[in-house]
């Protein structure tokens, strides 16, 4: 069964340091992937995608993800993280192309010490 | 603009007692999700219309129903809530179906209390 891990339940962080959450995935065909953020009282909404092509997809706010293939991962970066960016982040995948049932990991709480 | 809308944001029943929770959009989007969410986990896809297609998860238990009256509207029955049925429950559309389609916008989610 396809299942997506995400390492980190919570990570604690000061302002202006490096980021980098951890995502893999278990599935050995096409994929697509995702990673959406939930700030606190708000609702999920996507962070960047990758479907084909470049490997390095650049998102909003800073955030970058690299997908490698061999290594069934597609972690999340920013080089420099805001207090604003609190909230909690998910990895998904989408691992059938015909459909649209996206596997979701059980996220990472990342707090941001001002 | 809110674009995917759920009612109400927090919803308490009883034990039992059946409960209908509500989303729409404003996307004209084919497809609709319904998740359930608990607390500290990841968000499971209970089912979703594909425009009047209904699509259940294979493990999605018989006291979860769906409606889709219309293209803007979509309806979570759930028909004798448990105290197990207790989560945040996210509703979701995207464009269409397939690759390069499938990126989903989701609701603030309602929180379901059930006593």
């Known amino acids: 069964a396809q299942s997506v891990s995400q390492h980190n339940h919570h990570v604690i962080l000061s302002e202006a340091a490096s980021l980098e959450l951890g995502c893999n995935y278990s599935?050995?065909?096409?994929?697509?992937l995702f990673w959406y953020v939930q700030y606190p009282g708000q609702h999920l909404q996507l962070l960047l995608k990758?479907?084909?092509?470049?490997?390095l997809v650049k998102g909003i706010k800073g955030f970058e993800a690299e997908f490698i293939k061999s290594k069934f991962s597609f972690n999340l970066r920013k080089p420099s993280v805001q207090w604003s960016d609190t909230a909690e982040y998910f990895c998904a995948v989408n691992a059938d192309s015909s459909a649209s049932k996206i596997i979701f990991g059980s996220g990472t709480r990342l707090s941001i010490r001002p | 603009d809110a674009m995917v809308i759920q009612n109400p944001r927090y919803q308490v029943t009883q034990f039992g007692k059946p409960v209908t929770l509500s989303c729409s959009q404003t996307?004209?989007?084919?497809?609709m999700y319904w998740y359930q969410q608990k607390s500290s986990q990841a968000p499971k896809l209970l089912f979703h219309?594909?425009?009047?297609?209904?699509?259940n998860e294979a493990d999605t238990p018989d006291n979860f129903q769906s409606r889709r009256p219309n293209t803007s509207f979509c309806f979570l029955d759930i028909r004798s809530p448990g105290l197990g049925d207790a989560a945040m429950y996210l509703c979701?559309?995207?464009?269409?179906?397939?690759?390069?389609?499938?990126?989903?916008?989701f609701g603030p989610g309602t929180r379901l209390t059930v006593l």
């Open positions: 219309y594909y425009d009047k297609d209904f699509n």
């Open positions: 979701a559309t995207s464009r269409d179906l397939g690759q390069g389609a499938d990126t989903q916008y």
């Open positions: 990758y479907f084909s092509g470049d490997p």
């Open positions: 599935y050995g065909g096409t994929v697509n």
């Open positions: 996307l004209n989007h084919n497809v």
